[in-house]
C-alpha cells in the first residue's frame, strides 16, 4: 500500500458498501482498482475467481492484468476476472444459453454481419440509411427498449423504418443461432431479469466488482452491475465526468447521477492529485473543461513541475502537418533520448491517420494504429478464414453462414432462417441439418438444392484438405468459389484490387507456412487463431509510435502526446457543435489533453486538402480555451498565434518560453 494517498488507501480499504470514486484525469483511479484487487485477495481472504473488474476496452483489460501481474502471484491473477463488459457478457452466455434458447455455440455477429441482416429485413441497400437504422436500433436495445415498445416511440421516418425492421432482426438473429454486440449485455440482464435463481448464482461467484470509467456505462450496463452486484451491492466504481466521451454511443451519464440515489448506502471518495502530467499541461485541460457546465465539483493539481511550455503549430495543409509531427518528433526522440514507444498522435477520427501513416511509413518509423482494423479483421480475410474455418470443423454456425452466403449462391436468408429454427430445435449444427429429411419437407427444392450442393462442396474440399498440402488445396478453393470475380463485381475497381491483393498475400503466407512446416491447410487453419491471438498479445512490447482515435486513448498515458487536427469541424466535429453536443466535444479534448505526461504538442491546419479541393480551416475553439499561459505558438502565414491580439499573444508565449527555461 506505500505510494498510495490517504484518499487512494481509504477508497482501497472501503468495503462496508457501495464506493463511488470520483475525480479528475490522472488522479489514479485505475490505481485504485488494481491495488484494490490486490488487497481484497491477498488481505480480505478473497478468492481470485470471486473477484470481477470490468474495464472499458479490451486494451484496458490488457494493461489491467499486466498491472495485477506485477503485484499478485501468477495463480492468482490468471483466476482474477477482468474484462469488459462484453467479454463478462460471453462469459455468462455461453454457460447459461440453454435457459435462452441458445446453443453454448451460438455466434457472435459483428456489426457488418448485422449491417446484412438489417440491410435484408428493412430491404435497403442505402448505407447511410443502413447506418442510422443501425444505430436506431442500436439505442434501443441499450436503452433497454423492446420491439414492442420501439413501435410507441417512433418520432421521424428513420425511426419508422427501423421500428418495423427490429422485430425481425431479432428474429433473424436468433434464427441464426446468433448474437450482436449489444445483446451480450442485453441478454444477460434478461436472464437475470427473468430468472432469479440464476442471478443468485452469479451474484454468488462474483462477490466483489470493480468497474473502471464508470461514466461511460450505458442503461444496459448499469442494469447489469445491478442485477451482478445484488442487495449485498458489493462493489467499486471509478469515474470522471469529464471524461464522459461515448454519449453518442449510448452511454449515460446520468448513472453517474442515479447512482447516490439508487444506492443510498453509497460512500463518495474524490481524489485530487493528479500524478500523471505536469502543472502546465494539467492547467490547460483544467481551463478547457471549466466552459462545460459543472456536475460536480472537483478539484486537481499536480506537484510534476511546470514542464515544458504547450506547443501549437499552425500548419499550411494537412501534408505539411503530418510532416511535420514526424520530423518534429524524429528530432524529439533523438534529443530526448526517448523510446518510439512514448509517443502518441492522437485525432478525432479515423481516416485521419493515413497521413501520419504514409510519412512514419517513409521515415521508417515503427506504428501501431489501434482502434483501426487488423489484417484478420478484413472483411475479405474473414471471408477466407469462413472457409477454413468451415473445412476444419464443418459445426462452426457463423462460418457456415458467412461461407454460404459470400459470394452468394443462392441460398437466401429465408432458408437459413428455416436451416437455423430446425437445427436449433434438433441441437445440431446447420451443416448437419442440411442433410436430415425433416429439414427438406420444410423448403422448396429450388431452395434445398444450391445449400445441398455447398455442403457436398465442403465436404470434397474437406478430403483433400487433410491429406493435401496447403499450396495445392488453397487455390482451387478460390477458383472453386470465383472469389476474384465476387469482389470485381461488388467493390468499385481499386477497391476489389487491394482487397483481392490481401486475399493474394494471405494465401502466399499460409502457402509459405504450409511448405516450411509440411503443414496441411486443417493444422494451418488452427495455428490462425493462435497467431491471431499472439500478434496481439505482442502489442505492447513493440517499441512503436502509437497511433490512436482520441476514444480509444482513454485511460492510457503517454509521454509525449502529438494532438493533431485540433481545427473547427475537426474538434469540435461539424456535426457537434450545436449546444447539447459540444461539452462532449469538450470532454474529448479534455481527455486528449490529460493523456500527456510530459509534453503536449498541438497542431491544426490552415487548409485542409478534400477531394481534390483546399478547404480553409480555423483553429478549433479549445486552443484559445486552454488560455495563453506557458503556450508557445508557431507557424501559420505570419508565424502569429490563431487570433487577432498577435503582439500581446506571442509576448506572452515568449514570456512563457523564458518563464519555462528558467525552471
Ligand atoms: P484516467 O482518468 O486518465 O483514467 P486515472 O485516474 O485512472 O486516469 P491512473 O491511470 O490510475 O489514473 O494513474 C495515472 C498515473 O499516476 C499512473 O502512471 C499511475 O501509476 C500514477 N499514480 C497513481 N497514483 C499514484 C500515487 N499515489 N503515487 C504515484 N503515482 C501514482
Ligand atoms: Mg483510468
Redesign the pocket.
Known amino acids: 500500500m506505500s505510494?498510495?494517498?490517504p484518499q487512494?488507501r481509504e477508497a482501497i480499504h472501503y468495503l462496508d458498501g457501495p464506493l463511488l470514486v470520483l475525480?479528475?484525469?490522472?488522479?489514479?483511479?485505475?490505481?485504485?482498482i488494481t491495488q484494490k484487487i490486490a488487497y481484497l485477495v491477498e488481505d480480505c481472504g478473497f478468492k481470485a475467481r470471486n473477484v470481477a473488474a470490468i474495464t472499458f476496452t479490451n486494451k484496458a483489460a490488457k494493461e489491467m492484468k499486466e498491472r495485477i501481474g506485477k503485484i499478485l502471484p501468477k495463480q492468482h491473477a490468471d483466476d482474477l476476472q477482468i474484462s469488459t463488459f462484453h467479454s463478462l457478457g460471453v462469459r455468462i452466455l455461453r454457460e447459461e444459453a440453454k435457459a435462452l434458447g441458445y446453443k453454448p455455440r451460438f455466434s457472435i455477429f459483428d456489426s457488418a454481419d448485422c449491417g446484412g441482416i438489417i440491410s435484408e429485413v428493412a430491404q435497403t441497400v442505402d448505407k447511410a440509411t443502413l447506418r442510422i437504422l443501425q444505430s436506431i436500433i442500436s439505442n434501443w436495445k441499450n436503452a433497454l427498449v423492446t420491439p414492442e415498445a420501439a413501435r410507441h416511440l417512433v418520432r421521424d421516418e428513420h425511426e419508422n423504418l427501423a421500428a418495423h425492421a427490429y422485430l425481425s432482426y431479432e428474429a433473424t438473429l436468433k434464427a441464426y443461432q446468433a448474437v450482436d454486440f449489444d445483446d451480450l449485455i442485453g441478454l444477460p440482464v434478461k436472464l437475470f431479469s427473468e430468472h432469479p435463481e440464476i442471478a443468485d448464482k452469479w451474484q454468488n461467484r462474483l462477490r466483489y466488482l470493480l468497474v473502471d470509467?464508470y461514466q461511460d456505462t450505458n442503461a444496459c450496463q448499469y442494469q447489469l452491475l445491478k442485477l451482478l452486484t445484488g442487495v449485498r451491492a458489493q462493489f467499486t466504481a471509478?469515474g470522471?465526468d469529464d471524461?464522459a466521451i461515448y454519449g453518442w454511443r449510448g452511454a449515460d451519464i446520468d448513472n453517474l447521477k442515479k447512482l447516490p440515489a439508487e444506492f443510498p448506502a453509497l460512500k463518495v471518495i474524490k481524489?485530487e492529485q493528479n500524478?500523471?502530467s505536469t502543472v502546465t499541461i494539467l492547467k490547460a485541460a483544467n481551463n478547457v473543461i471549466a466552459n462545460n457546465e459543472k456536475l460536480f465539483d472537483k478539484k486537481l493539481w499536480s506537484d510534476l513541475g511546470l514542464g515544458e511550455p504547450i506547443h501549437v503549430t499552425a500548419c499550411r495543409d494537412n501534408d505539411a502537418e503530418a510532416e511535420g509531427v514526424v520530423m518534429k518528433l524524429q528530432a524529439h526522440r533523438f534529443e530526448h533520448r526517448a523510446h518510439f514507444k512514448d509517443y502518441a498522435i492522437l485525432y478525432r477520427s479515423n481516416h485521419q491517420a493515413r497521413g501520419f501513416e504514409e510519412y512514419l511509413r517513409d521515415h521508417r518509423i515503427p506504428y501501431l494504429l489501434s482502434g483501426g482494423k487488423s489484417f484478420f479483421d478484413k472483411a475479405e480475410i474473414k471471408d477466407i478464414i469462413a472457409y477454413l474455418r468451415l473445412l476444419t470443423n464443418e459445426d462452426d454456425d457463423p462460418a457456415f453462414i458467412r461461407a454460404a452466403t459470400t459470394p452468394k449462391r443462392g441460398i437466401g436468408a429465408a432458408t437459413l432462417q428455416v436451416l437455423g429454427t430446425y437445427a436449433g430445435e434438433r441441437h445440431i449444427s446447420l451443416f448437419q441439418a442440411a442433410f436430415e429429411e425433416g429439414f427438406a419437407q420444410r423448403v422448396q427444392p429450388r431452395q434445398l438444392d444450391p445449400l445441398l450442393e455447398f455442403c457436398q462442396f465442403i465436404n470434397r474440399t474437406q478430403e483433400r484438405a487433410v491429406r493435401e498440402p496447403a499450396h495445392q488445396v488453397l487455390p482451387d478453393l478460390l477458383k472453386a468459389i470465383d472469389y476474384e470475380a465476387f469482389l470485381y463485381d461488388h467493390e468499385e475497381e481499386r477497391t476489389a484490387q487491394t482487397r483481392w491483393g490481401n486475399v493474394c498475400e494471405f494465401a502466399n503466407w499460409l502457402n509459405k507456412k504450409g511448405e516450411l512446416d509440411g503443414k496441411t491447410l486443417i493444422d494451418l487453419t488452427q495455428s490462425i487463431a493462435l497467431i491471431n491471438m499472439l500478434d496481439k498479445q505482442n502489442d505492447e512490447e513493440v517499441d512503436a509510435v502509437q497511433l490512436s482515435t482520441l476514444h480509444a486513448s482513454?485511460?492510457l498515458?503517454y509521454k509525449y502526446v502529438f494532438l493533431v487536427g485540433v481545427e473547427e469541424g475537426i474538434l469540435p466535429h461539424r456535426e457537434s457543435t450545436d449546444p447539447g453536443k459540444i461539452e462532449e466535444e469538450r470532454r474529448l479534448m479534455y481527455v486528449g489533453i490529460?493523456r500527456a505526461q510530459r509534453a503536449l504538442f498541438i497542431s491544426y491546419c490552415e487548409r485542409r486538402k478534400q477531394a481534390r479541393e483546399f478547404v480553409p480551416c480555423e483553429p478549433s475553439r479549445f486552443i484559445d480555451e486552454m488560455g495563453k499561459e506557458d503556450v508557445r505558438f508557431s507557424g501559420g502565414k505570419q508565424d502569429a498565434p490563431p487570433d487577432k491580439a498577435t503582439g500581446s499573444a506571442r509576448l506572452d508565449a515568449m514570456k512563457a518560453m523564458l518563464a519555462g527555461n528558467k525552471r
Do not use: H, M, P
Open positions: 505510494g498510495l494517498n487512494q475525480a479528475g484525469a490522472g488522479s489514479g483511479k485505475t490505481r485504485v470509467e471509478v470522471d471524461q481524489l500524478y500523471r482513454k485511460g498515458e490529460t
